[in-house]
């Protein structure tokens, strides 16, 4: 008999959530592409970055009258968008950092989340949530999405014990921004024998590239000049009208806030965070709970407490949150609590909604660092209400601690 050519099969529910998703994210990168190529320097903070690049090569200086925060060598790993006019370089840095932060979150989602205990439709349910979290950052061009997808796919590759990778991934964020500095200790706090010397190794490699590329007395003015541009920023007093955090809900209470009293809450939560990381740790938790916890509590910390914290840097909680509205709806639990955490965050703090709810209540401000408050305070309890995830749910094998006991036994 002849042979006749069937049809494919149609996708199935979770192949629909998955291929929803995906096309989500290209709707947003393509969106955020034209808004680029319309007008780069009204719509875009890339031209930030790719003036920087030009001015490096050009030996003009990055930091003197410029809103450029960054390190030097952030300014020349720019290099390959700047070379482009603002136009096109913006659209190839759009798509790769949208690209980029896809594929961590796919890895990060396989590789650390307890996915097998999950259905399968919940991972493109994992990316459209964290959509909805990363809008803001990626159609502002900002770089934070491409710090995100670093940290996680830092935590990958300390999943897999590829330690040398980890710190590689955890260095280079900390030459975009200074603050991610904060999840990199936190890791080497919990893997001081594995992680903290090739980290600290990572990040003096990272910054001598630069003197690859100028003679030691530019660089060296320029670090200078990075240096003095963060810490007028810190101590000039000034707040932007974006800024969202513990003082902004610290306003709603009195005012003027304190500003000694801010950088001991500063500290103090610092240090307890750092306390909880390594409590969890000695429960003997796999490296996998470890990472999620983690990136979580960092999460948290630079939310609330962490320096220039803008409404375009919630982004970086959006994984964290993602994690834990799956984790409650498939178990069946603190539905409501973590459903208030992520619209307090995502939906009733977004610019719009803020600007309509500040007319009839102008503390409507706090929303989202109050969302976060939320979401750390279901973290705790759900950290100290879950034992140790499944060995069966592990995707790959048990990790050996420092002290040589094993990870990912079950509880």
């Not at 034209?34 to 050009?58: C, M, N, Q």
């Not at 307890?114 to 803001?136: D, M």
């Not at 390594?278 to 983690?294: D, E, I, K, N, P």
């Not at 459903?339 to 500040?358: D, K, N």
């Amino acid at each position: 008999m002849p042979q006749t050519d069937h049809p494919p099969p149609p996708a199935t529910r979770p192949e629909r959530w998955l291929r929803a998703a995906i096309i989500a994210w290209i709707v947003l990168a393509s969106a955020a592409s034209v808004k680029t190529i319309v007008e780069p320097r009204l719509h875009t903070v890339y031209t930030a970055f790719s003036g920087a690049s030009r001015d490096w090569w050009a030996g003009h200086s990055l930091y003197v009258d410029r809103d450029f925060f960054y390190s030097p060598s952030f300014a020349v790993a720019m290099t390959p968008f700047g070379v482009w006019p603002d136009w096109l370089g913006g659209v190839f840095w759009t798509w790769a950092s949208c690209g980029l932060l896809v594929y961590a979150l796919r890895v990060f989602y396989r590789e650390v989340l307890p996915a097998k205990s999950w259905p399968r439709r919940a991972e493109g349910q994992f990316l459209l949530l964290v959509l909805i979290g990363t809008v803001r950052s990626v159609w502002s061009g900002q770089s934070n999405a491409l710090l995100v997808a670093m940290v996680l796919l830092a935590a990958a590759e300390i999943v897999r014990g590829r330690w040398w990778r980890g710190a590689l991934w955890l260095a280079a964020p900390i030459h975009i921004k200074v603050w991610p500095v904060v999840v990199g200790g936190l890791f080497a706090a919990q893997f001081p024998r594995r992680l903290a010397a090739r980290l600290a190794l990572c990040v003096v490699g990272l910054g001598m590239i630069p003197f690859l590329t100028q003679s030691p007395t530019e660089v060296v003015s320029q670090y200078s000049g990075w240096y003095h541009c963060l810490a007028n920023r810190q101590t000039g007093g000034g707040r932007y009208t974006g800024y969202r955090d513990a003082w902004t809900i610290w306003e709603q209470i009195h005012q003027p806030v304190n500003a000694r009293a801010y950088v001991a809450l500063q500290l103090g939560l610092g240090v307890a965070i750092l306390g909880w990381c390594l409590w969890q740790r000695r429960r003997g938790l796999s490296a996998r709970q470890l990472a999620v916890y983690t990136i979580a509590a960092w999460s948290v910390w630079q939310l609330l407490v962490g320096p220039g914290t803008e409404r375009l840097t919630y982004n970086i909680i959006a994984p964290a949150l993602a994690w834990g509205v799956l984790t409650c709806f498939y178990n069946g639990r603190q539905r409501a609590w973590i459903t208030i955490a992520y619209l307090t965050t995502y939906l009733l703090g977004v610019g719009g909604v803020e600007r309509f709810l500040t007319c009839w209540w102008p503390a409507a401000t706090a929303l989202e660092p109050i969302g976060v408050l939320i979401f750390a305070t279901w973290l705790v309890c759900h950290a100290a209400q879950t034992n140790a995830w499944p060995r069966e749910q592990l995707r790959q094998p048990s990790l050996e601690s420092d002290s040589g006991t094993v990870y990912g036994r079950a509880a």
